[in-house]
């Protein structure tokens, strides 16, 4: 079946650096990829969605310019988490569909991400 | 309110009770319903889909009333593999394909 997969699965770095996580789609093309974010013990909340080629169009309340989503190939889209800070820790998780994926969105494994 | 709401849990169980799990949603553009199961620092991953004449998938029953804006799971015959979150999902009408996730409902199976 489908595969998204993503990486790295766990980073850690120092707060004022910047992150980047990314998100593959191994046997179909991602027409579509969303990033979700999810702390503990609360629900995947989306970020932004992004289509091939055009920009991510983000949630309401998520910084564009701290969460940079680059989505250049049918295969591979980009988080790239910008000057992280400790409230930034959480668990980001790509999802993806297009031709080839069905009617079904595949998640990514996830990326634990903790800023020190 | 939240889009998604489902019962707070976590809900403990002995092995083979049966365990029904419940939630609302309140965009009535929603159109389709999936129960996604999320072990503990993992993905979530697709359990079923949810259709309006109910669907059956062994031990799991997916149930949709879309006059109430309410979907169910009922799992039977539990197993301590069935310990896990359990997410109840909704997608909108014209959304992209975006989900929407509820909060989860954590159920562990004891021995």
């Known amino acids: 079946g489908a595969v998204v997969s993503q990486h790295p699965s766990w980073v850690i770095c120092k707060s004022g650096t910047s992150v980047k996580i990314e998100c593959r789609s191994l046997?179909?093309?991602?027409?579509?990829m969303f990033w979700y974010r999810q702390f503990p013990k609360q629900s995947l909340m989306l970020m932004a969605t992004s289509n091939e080629g055009s920009k991510a169009t983000y949630e309401q309340g998520v910084e564009k310019d701290k969460f940079l989503i680059n989505h250049a190939s049918l295969t591979l889209s980009t988080l790239t988490v910008t000057s992280a800070h400790p409230e930034d820790s959480s668990f980001y998780i790509c999802?993806?569909?297009?031709?080839?994926?069905?009617?079904?969105?595949?998640f990514g494994e996830g990326s634990w991400l903790t800023v020190v | 309110r939240k889009e998604v709401e489902q019962d707070p849990g976590p809900f403990n169980v002995p092995e083979g009770a049966t365990v029904a799990f419940n939630c609302t949603y309140s965009n009535s553009a929603s159109q389709s319903f999936f129960w996604y199961r999320q072990d503990c620092r993992k993905e979530p991953k697709l359990l079923m889909s949810v259709y309006s004449s109910g669907n059956e998938d062994g031990r799991f029953t997916a149930q949709l009333n879309r006059a109430s804006q309410y979907i169910s799971l009922l799992i039977r015959d539990s197993k301590l593999s069935d310990s896990a979150t359990y997410l109840c999902v909704v997608r909108a009408r014209g959304s992209a394909r975006q989900l929407t996730f509820g909060s989860g409902t954590q159920l562990t199976v004891l021995p």
């Open positions: 046997d179909f093309q991602a027409t579509t």
């Open positions: 999802s993806a569909w297009g031709e080839g994926s069905g009617n079904t969105i595949y």
